[in-house]
């Protein structure tokens, strides 16, 4: 059975298999975690990323598409990187939101990843509200985990947002 739980604090100090990152589509580093992941696991992450986009994704990697490097000096085996929506007021992108979880855990499952960590992902700069985003994340990650994922982490960073995912968690009980 996987287990599902919120942890208050910094996504890079998670000791688990794989880390999600909140990336850009370029693949190459940004703000918010996407450059706090960077930072703590060093240019191995940069290199691999680099890579990808030389072999893969030309153009970059689609909003809602997952796909893994190395962890490089955190304390994890692999960084899976995810391209979440802008959020809009005009159109509905949760499918594109919930893809960015289902994704991720697809990918955590072909490596034979037990344990991933999750930031709340497009509720920072991509302004996604936190109340829906919490919904989402912890909707998508009970209909979606797979073998052999049995723990999933999803790390914030302020007591707003646990609040908020906390609610979601309770709510899907």
């Known amino acids: 059975m996987t287990v599902l739980t919120l942890i208050r604090g910094s996504i890079t100090d998670q000791r688990v298999d794989a880390i999600v990152n909140a ?10 975690v996407d450059g706090a992941i960077h930072r703590a ?3 191995e ?13 030309g153009r970059g990697l689609r909003t809602g598409q997952a796909v893994a490097t190395t962890a490089g000096r955190l304390d994890a085996r692999w960084v899976i990187h995810t391209v979440g929506p802008v959020w809009s007021a005009t159109e509905d992108r949760s499918g594109l939101l919930a893809s960015c979880y289902r994704e991720s855990l697809r990918v955590a499952a072909e490596l034979g990843a037990t344990s991933v960590a999750f930031p709340a992902i497009s509720t920072g700069i991509y302004r996604w509200p936190m109340d829906d985003g919490a919904r989402i ?9 797979t073998a052999p994922v049995e723990d999933v982490r999803f790390v914030l960073f302020d007591e707003h947002a646990y609040g908020l995912f906390e609610a979601a968690l309770a709510a899907e009980d």
Do not use: D, K
């Open 41 to 43: 696991g060093g240019p």
């Open 45 to 57: 992450i940069l290199a691999e990323c680099r890579a990808l986009r030389a072999a893969r994704y």
């Open 137 to 145: 994340a912890v909707r998508t990650a009970r209909e979606s985990v």
């Open 23 to 32: 990336a850009n589509s370029s693949l190459l580093g940004g703000g918010g």
